[in-house]
Nanobody, 117 residues
Framework: QGQLVESGGGTVQPGGSLRLSCAAA????????MSWYRQTPGKERELVAA????????NYSEAVKGRFTISRDNAKKMLYLEMNSLKPGDTAIYYC??????????WGQGTQVTVSS
């Protein structure tokens, strides 16, 4: 059974940076499109960034474009999200997601990011 485990969340001041990591296990990582989502209380989970199986295609939401960078290391089965110039509006629980062309999907348990002075 596939598993995703996020890490790297925490509390940071506005303008600061954090790097989230997502470790994958139990499925062929390089066959899966990987993405980061975030969710705040009372709101739907929203897509932050997505990266294709070998990194050739990357997409960002307008809210984070130019500040966040998604990357993956298929050899290590790792997904990353480098977050810079953080704003209070970036405060959320961040989840990583894996999805294959056959619609097999895995979610991590989430990691809290809080941006506050």
């Amino acid at each position: 059974q596939g598993q995703l485990v996020e890490s790297g969340g925490g509390t940071v001041q506005p303008g600061g940076s954090l790097r989230l990591s997502c470790a994958a296990a139990g499925f062929p990582f390089d066959y899966y499109v990987m993405s980061w989502y975030r969710q705040t209380p009372g709101k739907e989970r929203e897509l932050v960034a997505a990266i294709s199986t070998h990194g050739g295609t990357i997409n960002y939401s307008e809210a984070v474009k130019g500040r966040f960078t998604i990357s993956r290391d298929n050899a290590k089965k790792m997904l990353y999200l480098e977050m810079n110039s953080l704003k209070p509006g970036d405060t959320a629980i961040y989840y990583c997601k894996a999805q294959s062309e056959e619609a097999s999907t895995y979610w991590g348990q989430g990691t809290q990011v809080t941006v506050s002075s």
